[in-house]
Nanobody, 124 residues
Framework: QVQLVESGGGLVQAGGSLRLSCAAS????????MAWFRQAPGKEREFVGA????????YYADSVKGRFTISKDNVKNTVYLQMNSLQSEDTAVYYC?????????????????WGQGTQVTVSS
């Protein structure tokens, strides 16, 4: 059974940085794609970025490009979301997601497995 557990959320001032982690377990993820989504209060969940587990290809939403970076540690089975230059608009619950296959998608319906989410609050 695939399990994704996010951590690292919290309260940060505008302009600050935060790193989220997503610990994955339950199977071998070498042929999987991993993604981060977020959902702000009163808004739909939106795509943040994705990474191939076996390669280095990444894909980001325009709203975070140049500020956020996704990386992974194959030994620890963990995916990271480094968030820099945070803005109040980045306040949301951040979710980790996984899908079989290495093609990266921004549509949440493509992702089979989801974590429980971690809250990120940016104060201005």
């Amino acid at each position: 059974q695939v399990q994704l557990v996010e951590s690292g959320g919290g309260l940060v001032q505008a302009g600050g940085s935060l790193r989220l982690s997503c610990a994955a377990s339950g199977r071998t993820f070498s042929s999987y794609a991993m993604a981060w989504f977020r959902q702000a209060p009163g808004k739909e969940r939106e795509f943040v970025g994705a990474i191939q587990w076996s390669g280095s290809v990444t894909y980001y939403a325009d709203s975070v490009k140049g500020r956020f970076t996704i990386s992974k540690d194959n030994v620890k089975n963990t995916v990271y979301l480094q968030m820099n230059s945070l803005q109040s608009e980045d306040t949301a619950v951040y979710y980790c997601a996984a899908k079989a296959g290495s093609v990266l998608y921004s549509r949440e319906g493509e992702y089979e497995y989801w974590g429980q989410g971690t809250q990120v609050t940016v104060s201005s």
